[in-house]
């Protein structure tokens, strides 16, 4: 009778967990990703124990007295044969009315053009929105620039919504059109299947993360499923694959009362479904993340991988150094850098405005890899790395 039992027993186990899917029986065989032990020594806070990755610096938008003082939520791509960056620009708060999208260009990496609007504030100086940097998308000749169009310092607010306009030569660009609702600030990339993934968030908070199998990138846009998260204000979705196909998606979590750590789910659906997040021994000072890979496969993960309070707010860790970690097999990250970790000070007063090097965005362009950040929210600046730079080194470190 026992073993009788016990068979049914296994069955039901059997069925529930096809039921559940594949992801979600992975999302509980243990942590997603994680840190090589030590790799971060939050006893030395100015450097985290990492030694410097040699690149070289660009500054984009320079604010002065004069002129715009709130530069964030920079994106990052390639249109024909150039480096294309927008960011977020505010008067002098971020987020506030009359905020505006620029961007700039280079054809050999150190030669950029003049700052340009992409989009101007959605409605004027009298209206309650304001633009956020959402991303580039390249579909055949056509460049797409997307951005979030919030409600007056609130990018947690129903009525935010993804717009889109298009070029035909990264110059002149079309009227805007309406996408999605929610908040977005990270561009569209493709899976090696070719479908896209496009993520950002919802009103109520949780993860929105969409995909298409339309290559215009504005077409077919499909909503992923996702168990929903507690630890989330702005998850700010970041992600890369693995060579079985799995995506990795990681979170940001809340700024307030939460885990200053990494969160992270997978799909192996092609991101049609999701694993419930979880928790990695990842460290983050609650700030937006970058992940990606490089052209041999290599995952990357760049952030600020801080413990120590920042000085305007405590809650939220300090925004440097900026650091990239590497992980070989895509699970266990064993090299990890600086990238900048020099001291800054904001020079102009403005909400929010924290010290540091922060927001990134990155893209792999002429065997280089191509990092996009805000210093203190109020200037753009981007770095390149050899990417021969970044695979040189094989340390396995102790976990």
């Not at 249109?79 to 002098?92: E, F, P, T």
């Not at 109020?378 to 050899?386: L, N």
Request: proline share 7%.
């Amino acid at each position: 009778m026992f073993r009788i039992f016990r068979a049914c027993f296994a069955l039901c186990v059997v069925g529930a967990i096809a039921c559940l899917g594949v992801s979600q029986v992975q999302a509980q065989s243990g942590p997603l990703i994680k840190t090589a032990r030590g790799l971060f020594d939050q006893e030395q806070p100015e450097s985290l124990g990492l030694n410097p990755i040699p690149g070289e610096d660009q500054v984009l938008f320079d604010a002065k007295a004069k002129s715009y003082k709130f530069c964030h939520q920079q994106n990052i791509g390639v249109y024909q044969d150039r480096l294309y960056v927008m960011w977020s620009n505010g008067i002098v708060h971020e987020d506030h009315n009359g905020q505006r999208v620029l961007y700039s260009y280079t054809a050999d990496g150190k030669s950029w053009s003049q700052p340009a609007v992409l989009a101007a504030d959605p409605d004027g100086p009298d209206g309650p929105l304001a633009c956020v940097s959402a991303g580039f998308h390249v579909a055949g000749r056509t460049l797409v620039a997307y951005y979030t169009a919030i409600v007056d310092k609130s990018p947690i607010h129903e009525k935010n919504s993804l717009f889109y306009k298009t070029s035909q030569d990264g110059l002149i660009w079309s009227e805007p059109q309406r996408l999605a609702q929610g908040f977005f600030i990270e561009s569209p990339r493709h899976l090696a299947n070719g479908r896209l993934l496009m993520n950002g968030q919802w009103a109520n908070k949780q993860p929105r993360l969409m995909y298409s199998d339309s290559l215009d990138g504005i077409s077919g846009w499909k909503d992923g499923k996702i168990p929903p998260g507690e630890v989330f204000t702005y998850p700010e979705p970041s992600w890369f694959q693995r060579h079985d196909g799995t995506i990795v998606m990681l979170f940001r979590t809340r700024s307030k009362n939460a885990d200053a750590w990494i969160y992270a789910s997978t799909s192996s659906d092609n991101g049609q479904s999701w694993t419930r997040p979880m928790k990695t021994n990842f460290p983050d000072a609650t700030s937006r993340i970058c992940a990606g890979n490089l052209p041999d496969g290599t995952a990357f993960v760049i952030n600020n991988p801080s413990h120590s309070p920042g000085s305007v707010y405590s809650f939220i860790g300090r925004r440097n150094p900026l650091c990239i970690a590497l992980s070989d097999d895509q699970e266990i990250f064993n090299r990890a850098y600086v990238i900048h970790g020099e001291p800054t000070q904001p020079r102009f007063q403005g909400e929010n405005k924290l010290p540091g090097w922060q927001y990134p965005a990155a893209v792999v362009w002429k065997d280089h890899l191509y990092i996009a950040y805000s210093i203190n929210k109020e200037d753009e600046g981007v770095t390149r790395i050899a990417v021969s730079d970044l695979l040189s080194e094989n340390r396995t470190a102790e976990f």
